[in-house]
């Protein structure tokens, strides 16, 4: 167990040295100077030079790659060029904003697709399952702009009762919570139907097995059927699936946070990867790789939890 | 026509009111469809059978003749598309078909229960063992959590398991095939129930441990006095078990009867068909051919309209067995016998054949140096140890055989799984390199060469048969193609000379030449592992290695894959490997026998010697655990305790000393035993003398 979370380790600090230095070597390799960039097009010539000096933007990538790891390793993530301030004045609340709304998202989801995904799976072909399937079939392909515009007219401009834009600021008129509920709704909307698919499908692989048959033979009614044989089986498969979502929920919710001028996570990234602001995306990176690595982590835990096969191999 | 008179009785038999009488299941006329797009499909069309408290009945016959199907339906199990479609099912007196599903939950798993063909599968893998016992009683008798855990423990040392207390806690994986079978039976008895219905209870399992489990049901039914539905496409095991027989084809009872009188007189056509197709007492290639039945069981819309087996039957009368459906007779003076034929009274009277009608000339068994050659052959495993693979040990799966076989002969390696047959097959064909020791073919050396750098030649010369031919064929290529291909990889001769030569394999294989346009789906068992041979023969190999290749097979197709494969080694010469489990069908095909255990050959000779005192204690234990299909032979079984020890944990002395029941002391443990011979190159290692050896009873085969 030890060597395990051992190996797990060294694999995050690993993943996470890779993934910055492709970083690094990404903003390096494109066109476009970034003392230009934080000066503006007016700037002369020799006021980019200058402040290329100043940032030390003209020594060797590899001596600053050093430099910004060391300071890293140290906890001070750099300045941003774009915020012009300590990365680390920004990205946490950033990335808390973007927490709450993952996590509110990713309570919703788990336990819906569970019980949608279950409900439609426990009997293959039934009228809930088809209508469980179609439903979520439909809103997972209707992209999340086109989602977020459609709620918006509908509570927004038709029925008022929510706001159009999620600053996250409880001066105004709306609390935070009303601000919260259309975010959430479109990435709900956008992921479940995936989730629900998923947990179908290994439902209905699990109810075709042979031991399903054994309890049904033992005497047990259908419903201790699916809650003690068949649910923690079917819950095998998706579940890493399932911790997955964490990822797209943390750094791929660019769309819906632009929609809703949400002061995220993913809009700063995109931002700073547009206005190459190398310290802020760097610091962004490490964190994505962090997520991903740990939730996989997460996954084969509960996976060997779930699955005494693998507990016990 | 002999003693026992056959007369038709209308209504009961006048013998059945005397025998027993409180009846716990009857099927009264039982249909069974199912629906499909192309309509109903009339799987059972009408059986009829009364079975009493305590009785054991068999339910033998091909696949695809309803077995099954009537079993499940007897648990009112058959899932969306399947339904009862005319008569009765009364369980202790109660009409089945008019249970509500609380009334149907209440007897399942309490009064009837279900054994089932793959224990693995059949136990929920994230549940522990206890807890699955558990539910039994908590469902059925609101028993407490500690009443029910009291009840399982007692239930798992009733099955024989050892360690009860330990097992409890322990998950389906991490149990031995025969332990996952004894839990499922301790399940299905959990509750007591008055009727027990297996389906291939034992069908995978090694031949020890099958022998344990059917003795363990034996023992646990006489005890419980528990009703017995056994389904089988193995008639010894039946024979084991029951004491009646009901012999299913096309979803008719054809026969029905006392099991002794069964096997005595059978009398539907179908039945002697199935016992012929056996390998029979003391038969071998040389003086017997098996009997297959020719032809395969009708697809269900194309049932014929009188007899059902007619188009198969030799006996056959067209007119009155084709006109109409047959009547059910009954048969011989208890009148507990029936039978579906017309002209079972002018059948003349089963005879098994015997070695006595021996017909063919001996074979060419000593002829020639040997094609294949083992010295001291040694495969070890590396199993690391630590986290950077520091440190480690060497596993052998095969350590240190001696095997030849004679160009033409065949020779059979037997042994339990994990005895090391399969690696030994795979160090020869290359997928493996051996670690140790010399394989010869033909006298070049191949143990160390893997098949990709093996020569076109070595490939060619060695060619393999496996046990499951449907995936083993490609089902997307048809027939011709797959054969054509070998053909020309193999041989390198052009397309158009291959499309003669594939037309001639298939006639080898005795399958008609339009065969090469279908596609394996379109093909029975029979027919795929046909082409699967053809296949092996495409590059007129020295060497065939046949790895378990009828032990997929229903009986009647195994004994014409059997005889064909008799037939191609006559005319081509080919050695063969024959690697099986099952020892009728060894005694029957072979030429040479190597019994094998933990990596080691513990006896090797000629068939006729192993198969005849002094037997190896491994080799007398793993006989005397053959079913054979004679309820007249009777014969001591010796049941091995235990498993066989990893190969991690292999004893320092004899390889068997863990489970030997002949095992004289600490020399057992301590000492590898000696290779002990006779004249005539027969080998056994054992510390015991050969002459005490000698000193046991015959087993017949």
């Given at each position: 167990m030890l060597a395990f979370l051992g190996k797990r380790f060294l694999s995050l600090i690993f993943t996470m040295l890779a993934v910055s230095a492709l970083v690094f070597a990404a903003f390096e390799f494109t066109p476009g100077q970034v003392a230009r960039k934080v000066l503006g097009p007016f700037a002369t010539q020799d006021q980019v030079d200058q402040l290329t000096e100043r940032m030390g933007l003209n020594r060797p990538v590899y001596e600053r790659y050093w430099e910004w790891l060391t300071n890293t390793a140290s906890g001070n993530l750099g300045t941003s060029t774009l915020y012009k301030t300590e990365v680390n004045n920004i990205i946490w609340d950033r990335l808390g904003n973007t927490l709450i709304l993952a996590a509110v998202a990713f309570a919703i989801i788990v336990v819906a697709s569970i019980f949608f995904g279950i409900a439609a799976g426990m009997r293959e072909g039934s009228k809930l399952d088809r209508a469980i399937s179609v439903a979520s079939i439909v809103t997972t392909s209707v992209p999340e702009f086109a989602s977020g515009v459609f709620l918006a007219s509908i509570f927004v401009i038709w029925l008022g009762v929510l706001p159009g834009t999620s600053p996250l600021e409880s001066s105004g008129q709306w609390s935070i919570a009303a601000q919260l509920v259309l975010p959430v709704s479109v990435m709900v909307l956008y992921d479940l139907g995936y989730v629900v698919r998923m947990v179908r499908a290994s439902m209905v692989e699990v109810m075709t097995k042979p031991y399903i048959r054994t309890a049904i033979l033992k005497g047990l009614s259908f419903r201790q059927v699916i809650l003690k044989h068949a649910l923690r089986n079917a819950m095998i498969a998706p579940f890493t699936v399932i911790l997955l979502q964490i990822n797209y929920l943390i750094t791929g919710v660019v769309v819906v946070e632009a929609v809703f001028a949400y002061p995220g996570f993913g809009r700063m990234l995109l931002e700073a990867a547009l206005a190459q602001d190398i310290a802020t995306v760097e610091a962004a990176s490490l964190f994505a790789v962090f997520v991903t690595v740990t939730t996989q982590i997460v996954g084969d835990l509960g996976y060997m939890y779930l699955n005494p096969r693998i507990r016990f191999a | 026509m002999t003693g026992s008179a056959a007369r038709t009785v209308p209504g009961t038999p006048p013998g059945l009111k005397l025998v027993k009488p409180k009846p716990i299941l009857e099927l009264r006329n039982v249909g069974i469809s199912y629906m499909v797009r192309a309509g109903e499909l009339k799987v059972v069309p009408n059986v009829s059978l009364t079975l009493h408290e305590g009785e054991a009945l068999g339910l033998v016959g091909e696949s695809g003749c309803g077995k099954s199907t009537l079993a499940y339906a007897i648990m009112r199990y058959l899932g969306g598309s399947g339904r009862l479609s005319g008569g009765q099912i009364l369980f202790e007196g109660r009409d089945m078909g008019k249970m509500s599903d609380a009334e149907l939950r209440s007897i399942r798993g309490s009064r009837m229960a279900m054994v089932y063909q793959d224990p693995m599968s059949s136990l929920n893998p994230t549940i522990s063992i206890g807890r699955q016992l558990m539910e039994v009683p908590i469902v059925h008798s609101g028993a407490t959590e500690a009443e029910a855990r009291a009840r399982a423990l007692t239930m798992l040392a009733e099955v024989k398991l050892p360690d009860p207390e330990t097992l409890f806690d322990r998950y389906p994986h991490q149990l031995s095939g025969g332990q996952q079978q004894r839990v499922v039976i301790a399940m299905a008895l959990m509750a007591e129930p008055s009727l027990l219905v297996m389906d291939e209870p034992t069908t995978g399992l090694d031949v020890t441990v099958e022998a344990a489990v059917l003795d363990l049901v034996a023992t646990l039914r006489r005890k419980h006095n528990t009703a017995i539905v056994f389904i089988s496409h193995n008639l010894g095991t039946v024979v084991r078990i029951c004491d009646r027989i009901g012999v299913m084809y096309a979803g008719e009872l054809v026969e029905e009867g006392p099991i002794t009188e069964v096997f005595r007189d059978p009398s539907h056509?179908?039945?002697?068909?199935?016992?012929?197709?056996?390998?029979?007492?003391?038969?071998?290639?040389?003086?017997?051919?098996?009997?297959?039945?020719?032809?395969?069981?009708?697809?269900?819309?194309?049932?014929?309209?009188?007899?059902?087996?007619?188009?198969?039957?030799?006996?056959?009368?067209?007119?009155?067995?084709?006109?109409?459906?047959?009547?059910?007779?009954?048969?011989?003076?208890?009148?507990?016998?029936?039978?579906?034929?017309?002209?079972?009274?002018?059948?003349?009277?089963?005879?098994?054949?015997?070695?006595?009608?021996?017909?063919?000339?001996?074979?060419?068994?000593?002829?020639?140096?040997?094609?294949?050659?083992?010295?001291?052959?040694?495969?070890?495993?590396?199993?690391?140890?630590?986290?950077?693979?520091?440190?480690?040990?060497?596993?052998?799966?095969?350590?240190?055989?001696?095997?030849?076989?004679?160009?033409?002969?065949?020779?059979?390696?037997?042994?339990?799984?994990?005895?090391?047959?399969?690696?030994?097959?795979?160090?020869?064909?290359?997928?493996?390199?051996?670690?140790?020791?010399?394989?010869?073919?033909?006298?070049?050396?191949?143990?160390?060469?893997?098949?990709?750098?093996?020569?076109?030649?070595?490939?060619?010369?060695?060619?393999?048969?496996?046990?499951?031919?449907?995936?083993?064929?490609?089902?997307?290529?048809?027939?011709?193609?797959?054969?054509?291909?070998?053909?020309?990889?193999?041989?390198?001769?052009?397309?158009?000379?291959?499309?003669?030569?594939?037309?001639?394999?298939?006639?080898?294989?005795?399958?008609?030449?339009?065969?090469?346009?279908?596609?394996?789906?379109?093909?029975?068992?029979?027919?795929?592992?046909?082409?699967?041979?053809?296949?092996?023969?495409?590059?007129?190999?020295?060497?065939?290695?046949?790895?378990?290749?009828?032990?997929?097979?229903?009986?009647?197709?195994?004994?014409?894959?059997?005889?064909?494969?008799?037939?191609?080694?006559?005319?081509?010469?080919?050695?063969?490997?024959?690697?099986?489990?099952?020892?009728?069908?060894?005694?029957?095909?072979?030429?040479?026998?190597?019994?094998?255990?933990?990596?080691?050959?513990?006896?090797?000779?000629?068939?006729?010697?192993?198969?005849?005192?002094?037997?190896?204690?491994?080799?007398?234990?793993?006989?005397?655990?053959?079913?054979?299909?004679?309820?007249?032979?009777?014969?001591?079984?010796?049941?091995?305790?235990?498993?066989?020890?990893?190969?991690?944990?292999?004893?320092?002395?004899?390889?068997?000393?863990?489970?030997?029941?002949?095992?004289?002391?600490?020399?057992?443990?301590?000492?590898?035993?000696?290779?002990?011979?006779?004249?005539?190159?027969?080998?056994?290692?054992?510390?015991?003398?050969?002459?005490?050896?000698?000193?046991?009873?015959?087993?017949?085969?």
């Open positions: - | 056509p179908y039945t002697r068909g199935l016992l012929n197709a056996i390998p029979s007492l003391n038969a071998d290639k040389r003086n017997s051919p098996l009997t297959a039945i020719p032809g395969q069981v009708p697809p269900i819309l194309a049932r014929p309209k009188g007899c059902v087996f007619a188009p198969r039957c030799i006996y056959v009368e067209p007119g009155r067995c084709t006109a109409r459906p047959i009547e059910t007779q009954f048969y011989g003076e208890t009148g507990l016998h029936r039978v579906k034929c017309v002209r079972t009274r002018e059948l003349p009277r089963h005879a098994r054949p015997t070695a006595a009608n021996a017909n063919q000339a001996p074979q060419a068994e000593e002829t020639g140096r040997p094609m294949l050659q083992i010295g001291g052959l040694e495969k070890a495993y590396h199993q690391s140890a630590g986290m950077f693979g520091g440190g480690g040990y060497e596993v052998h799966a095969v350590d240190g055989i001696d095997l030849e076989a004679g160009r033409g002969t065949t020779l059979a390696i037997v042994g339990e799984s994990g005895c090391g047959k399969s690696t030994f097959a795979k160090v020869l064909t290359g997928i493996e390199q051996s670690t140790g020791g010399t394989v010869q073919l033909g006298g070049t050396e191949i143990g160390k060469t893997p098949v990709e750098a093996r020569d076109a030649g070595t490939k060619r010369a060695i060619q393999m048969v496996f046990q499951n031919p449907d995936s083993t064929l490609n089902p997307s290529h048809s027939i011709g193609y797959v054969l054509s291909r070998a053909i020309r990889k193999l041989r390198g001769i052009s397309a158009r000379a291959a499309r003669d030569e594939t037309e001639a394999l298939l006639k080898t294989v005795n399958l008609p030449t339009e065969f090469a346009n279908r596609k394996p789906r379109q093909l029975s068992g029979g027919q795929k592992q046909r082409v699967a041979i053809a296949r092996a023969l495409a590059g007129e190999p020295e060497l065939i290695l046949a790895d378990e290749p009828v032990s997929a097979l229903d009986v009647s197709v195994q004994a014409a894959i059997i005889n064909l494969l008799v037939d191609i080694q006559q005319k081509r010469g080919s050695t063969m490997l024959f690697i099986s489990h099952d020892l009728s069908v060894v005694r029957y095909l072979a030429d040479h026998v190597a019994v094998m255990y933990l990596g080691k050959v513990m006896e090797f000779g000629k068939v006729r010697d192993v198969f005849a005192p002094p037997y190896h204690p491994y080799t007398e234990a793993l006989m005397s655990a053959v079913p054979i299909a004679d309820p007249d032979v009777k014969r001591e079984r010796i049941i091995l305790e235990g498993a066989i020890p990893s190969p991690t944990e292999r004893p320092k002395g004899c390889p068997f000393a863990t489970r030997c029941h002949r095992k004289i002391g600490p020399i057992c443990d301590e000492q590898v035993p000696p290779e002990q011979r006779t004249e005539g190159g027969h080998r056994i290692a054992c510390h015991i003398p050969l002459e005490e050896l000698k000193a046991v009873e015959r087993f017949a085969f």
